[in-house]
């Protein structure tokens, strides 16, 4: 079974600085899929960014970015510009290859982060 | 205009109870998910449901029985409430078959609490 670790309970930076949340994974799949979802206090989660195991390039969605180490089963999450409105719970999901069509995550515990004014 | 709403938003209820979560997505998608989150912030899938048919099952207890009677709902009954039901649960849709493999489309959460 997979397992998605994120070892960082909770992390706080002043806004406009730049952020690196961490995650790893287990797997033995070679193709797969991650993400990256975010929970504001409101409690609905939003998709931040995905990437896909088998793109080399990691991916990036304005100021948000990856860093994605196949070999070493890592995958974390950047901020850059940080603003207030990204204090948050971020997860980390995995995707088993051998359920595309129908989406079962695998998530992480969570990393609280709070944008300090 | 909701993407996928969930009702009621709030349940608190007496051990033994039995109670339903509706939820609606109106986005055209045709999988359905519910979602368990507990005090921790840990989230795990329960079920999953594609037009209308039960893909995903995960061991839950009998107790809780999906019910989808359209591909734009999907609800949840659970009988002989127990005081670990308490937690925050969340239905989520996706369309399969697009570029966007993974992106979930998820409720605001219905926060039960079982006293």
């Known amino acids: 079974a997979q397992t998605v670790t994120q070892s960082q309970p909770e992390m706080s930076v002043q806004e406009a600085e730049t952020v690196t949340l961490s995650c790893t994974y287990d797997?033995?799949?070679?193709?797969?899929?991650l993400f990256w979802y975010k929970q504001p206090p409101s409690r609905q989660m939003i998709l931040v960014i995905r990437?896909?195991?088998?793109?080399?390039q990691n991916a990036t969605e304005n100021r948000f970015s990856v860093n994605f180490q196949k070999a070493a089963k890592s995958f974390s999450l950047k901020i850059s510009d940080s603003q207030l409105g990204d204090t948050a719970m971020y997860f980390c999901?995995?995707?088993?290859?051998?359920?595309?069509?129908?989406?079962?995550?695998?998530f992480g515990t969570g990393t609280r982060l709070t944008i300090i004014p | 205009d909701t993407a996928v709403s969930q009702t009621p938003k709030y349940l608190v209820t007496q051990m033994g109870n039995d109670k339903s979560i509706k939820c609606e997505q109106n986005?055209?998608?045709?999988?359905m998910y519910w979602y368990k989150q507990d005090s921790k912030k840990f989230l795990k899938i329960m079920f999953s449901?594609?037009?209308?048919?039960?893909?995903i099952n995960e061991t839950v207890p009998n107790r809780f029985s999906p019910k989808s009677p359209d591909k734009a709902h999907l609800n949840l009954h659970i009988n002989s409430l127990e005081l670990g039901d308490s937690a925050v649960y969340f239905c989520?849709?996706?369309?399969?078959?697009?570029?966007?493999?993974?992106?979930?489309?998820f409720g605001e959460g219905s926060r039960l609490t079982v006293l």
């Open positions: 989520a849709s996706s369309q399969s078959g697009t570029g966007r493999t993974g992106e979930l489309f």
């Open positions: 797997t033995s799949e070679s193709n797969y899929y």
């Open positions: 990437q896909e195991a088998y793109k080399q």
């Open positions: 999901a995995f995707m088993n290859p051998l359920s595309f069509g129908n989406e079962k995550l695998t």
């Open positions: 986005l055209g998608h045709d999988t």
């Open positions: 449901y594609n037009n209308k048919e039960l893909i």
